[in-house]
Structure formats: C-alpha cells, structure tokens
C-alpha cells in the first residue's frame, strides 16, 4: 500500500518535468441560477416561477408541457411559451437585465389542448431559457413540478418525483429501483399486488426488491403520498437477469464522453451534451439492449462547486431517464467527473467530500469494490465494481481515482494522477478477473475511461504521458498483463472523443499472451480528437472520429460488435471473440 502511494507521489512530482505548463485547470462551471427556481401554483391554477442568476441577464423564457401518455419514453413534449415581462426602450435597443426574475404561465393551458386523460397526473415539465453575457449563449435548464384541484376547487402544488425511476442492479432475482421526490415522502414499488415501502420519509428513495424470477419481465410503479393524496406513476417494466452461465444472448450498449460540446443549445446543457446523449439512449433502446454502460465523461466537472458538480450529473440522469425507467445503466467516473477539494477535507470527512462520495450519491451501481487506499481516502463505492449478466462478467475500474490536480508538481499530500490505477484497486481487480474464471464466466469485459494505448487526443496522459514515465507504463503492463492472462473478451474505454479498435496482444509484448482488444468509444457528444502516430499505430484496426455509439452482443462462445454513428448508419461490425 506505501508503496503505491509513494509511487504515486514520485510520478506527480515527474510530471511537471516531462510535461508542458498550463495556464492552470480549467474550470467550466455549468452554474448560471443560485438554486432550483421556486415555483408558486396560486388558487386560479396560475403558476409563478421565480429565480436567481448569480449575475445580471436579459429577460427569461419558460417553456412548458407535458410527457404525453401515449409516449413509449416519456420526453416532455413543451407546447407553451411565457416570456419574462419586462420594459423594453422606445428605440427597442436593449432589455433591462437583472438576477431576480419572475415569470407568470398557465399550466392549465395544457388540459384545454391536450385533454386530462394525457395529462399523468398534471405534471409540468418547463425549461428556462436564460441568455448569459458571459458566455454569450442561451442556457437551458430542466426541471418539473405538479399540481392538483383541491376538493374547494382551488388549485395548489402537490409532491413530485423530479428524477427517476431508474432500475439499476439487475440480478437473477431481482432489481433495485430509485427516484427523487422534491419534497419527503414516503412510498415504495408496486409490481402486480405486492408492494415494497421505501423505509422512512425522505426525498430520495432507493428500493431494492427481491424474490423474483430470473429472465422475466415485470411491470413496476411507483408510489408515493402527496398534499393530493397517493400518488401512482405511469407503469414502467425491468427485466431480471439470467442466471450466470446461460447461454441467452445478451445485448449491451457502451458509450462515453458526453460532456458538453460544440453547437450550443442542448449540446451545452448543464455541461451535458443532452442532445446527443438522449438520442444515442434512444437507439439502444429500440435496439433492444439489456443493458447500458457508460465508462466516463459524464458532464463537464472541473469544478470546485459541490452544488455544479451535482447539477450536472442530475442534467446527465435527466437526459437518460426515460431509458433508465427500463434498462439499468452502469457508470464509472472519467477525468472530467473532478470536484476540487482540499486534500485535508477528503481527509476528514473520510472522502465523503469528494468527487467519488458525491458520485456514490447521485448513482446506484453494486458496491462490491475495493476499500479505500487509506481510511482518509475517497471511497470506490458505486465507481469501482463487478457483477454477472448471463455468461459475462462485467468489471467496472475507476483510473480516475482520487485526483489531485492535473499536471502540477505534487506538493507531499497523498493523492493520485490521472489514469493510474492504485495498489487497492489493482489487486481487487486481480482478484474479480480470477474469481470469474474460477466460476467459468464464459466472457470477461472490462470497462474503464483512460486508454491503456490512446490513438488521438489523450497521448499526454491517460496510461501512457507520452512514453517518458516507466511507472506508468509499469502499471499500464501490470493491468494488461492481468486482462490477457483472464482472456478478457475486449477492455472499453473513453477518454479519447474518437473511435478506434486495437488488439494488444504477445506481438506488441510477451507479457501479453492472449491478444486483447481495446475499444475506445469516447464519441458521445464531446468535441473530436483526430489520430496521432503511436508505437501501436500498426495494431489499430478501425479509427474514426464519428460520434457513435457501440452495441455489443455476445451468443454462445460468439461476441460481435456494431459500431453506430450519429447518422444512425454503421461505422463497422467487428468480431471480438
């Protein structure tokens, strides 16, 4: 363990020699409002919503609607628009700016138009639409809220879940299930007439259900009490998983790097590049996957804002929710998943103030990794994991691990850099690998965010900082070495905003004696990085800087891949196995 650290420490104050200077970390903070607008339903069903902006700006728009009944994936549908009141000059060259707004609307509008019956229960998806001097861009924010007909014929808000449900955790024998009320409730999982309490009152709800079928499809809702009286939700359906080692095909997605890109509006959201994002969502569903895993790069991060930092990995659920009532979704952290925290502070609170305790927060995933590096450090809950689908083991590894810093000296305080795997997690992965070959899981992935061979963009670091760093490359050997002797079926990564497939094997080292491929897939939304020449360049078998997605399906001893761009068409079919 100390030396691991000490390891780490030695290569932190190397890079300041081998790399270039930077001007210093950049910082894209995604906050424009100082918290969630507040939203008044008065008696005549007029609504009021009011916010700040931490500096001044021009007049607001609000948009508003519903998620019509009709729809599969429930997407609002906004219908109205409102725009902040405000006076404008006789020769109508400028609008009054300010931090407090206000905006009055009718959301009662939508039952004229739409009907009741496609109302689900008055619930009004609105977005703000703020246009920020700074950047010089309109910025977008989502959110909901909903709203009731007392019996005296008055009209007030009502609780409302804001985010999910999200089925996660799939196991032969049940699923977990999670939402977010804006406001403590209490209820729980309805699936046929059993019910599953929530436990006590509280805004976020996390259920895990047990006892049922493997490979069965189940009906859910979920339900809650409010100011209206219970609620119930639309209804939903998971399917459990196989049971390990059966030979049914499972199809899986794999995507990354979602953060926000170029072409503002939805492609800038919150730090989320929530166009690209859904629509990619959107495909694998239809496709039929069973599951998704997103290995990084989730939303811009980079900031030293708690608050940031949880808004736009909520912009990241929002945008794949409608997928996430259906299919469970497992996630890791990228280098872009960074909350600047005093090191002595991750210290204290014993890293749950931190990027990996916060990420534990927001996310649902098994919590079956390693401890710590130490017991002042950040924990691998929820960002370092495993689990069975069927005949495949899949191993979730964080190189993004408790991060100080970029590419700065390291000034004595432990921590790490990025894309290095520590001694912890190394030796838990060891094990996981060894463990499913024991158990005789007839395919291994891996999936991580820095690329054990980067092909464009990512060179300077990732597992690589260019070749001039032999502790680096030392681990970077350690981990292949330890996916070829487990026969891995193919490690996916992020990182690099491009595609390409490699196959690293005993021709490029000895020490790899089972040939294994790599598959970068950072093509969800952020900016592209074009090919640069490396030692391996001979071993790339396919690059591409299309955004794309990967879909994966693996029969028998058979693994195929389908590489989609954003055209919708194919970019290659690749056999893995």
Known sequence: MESSLKRAMVILGVLSMVLPCTAGEPEPNSLLLTGEPEITVHPDGRAVIMFETLWSTP????????????????????????VEVADFDPAGESVPAGTRHTISFRPLRMERYF??????????????????????????????????????????????MVEGPFVDKATPGGMTVSWRTDRPTKGGVKIGD????????????????????????????????SEAGPYESCRYAFRTAPKPGRGKEIVFAVMSDCRAGSGGGERHQEGVNTYTLRKFFSEAYVKGVDLVCFPGDLCNGFTASERDFREQLRSWKRAVEPVGHFIPIYETMGNHEYLRVDPEVIARTRGRVSAEGVFADEFVNPENGPKPETEDAPPYRENAFSFDYGSCHFTFVNTNYWRQGMKRKFDGRQGNIEGFIL???????????????????????????????????????????????????????EFWA???????????????????????????????????????????????YSQEETPWTPLVKKFSTQQHWCLVKVKGRRVWMEVFGADGLLIEKARLR
């Open 423 to 477: 001694e912890r997690q190394m030796e838990w992965l060891r094990g996981d690998l060894e463990d499913a070959r024991r158990r005789k899981m007839k395919h291994l992935f891996v999936f991580t965010h820095e690329p054990a061979f980067p092909n464009g963009g990512h060179l300077h670091d990732a597992m690589y900082y260019n070749g001039k760093i032999p502790e680096v490359l030392e681990m970077r050997d």
């Open 115 to 160: 009907g009741k019956a496609n109302l689900c229960d008055r619930v009004v998806y609105y977005r703000l639409e703020v246009f920020d001097p700074k950047t010089r861009a309109a910025r977008f924010f989502d959110h909901r809220f909903r709203f009731f007909q007392a019996e005296d014929g008055s009209y007030r808000r009502a609780a409302c």
């Open 482 to 528: 330890l996916v070829s002797e487990n026969e891995v079926a193919a490690v996916f990564f992020g990182d690099e905003h491009n595609y390409s497939r490699t196959v690293i094997g005993p021709e490029f080292n000895p020490a790899f004696p089972n040939p294994v491929t790599q598959v970068v897939t950072g093509g969800c939304g952020a900016p592209f």
């Open 194 to 225: 059993a019910r599953y309490a929530s436990g006590e009152r509280a805004a976020w709800h996390e259920v895990a259900i047990e006892g049922l079928r493997a490979d069965t499809q189940y009906e859910y809702s979920v339900f809650y009490d």
């Open 59 to 82: 007049p607001a728009r609000l948009h508003y609607g519903p998620a019509l009944a009709e729809q599969k994936l429930d997407t609002p549908r906004y219908r109205y628009t409102e």
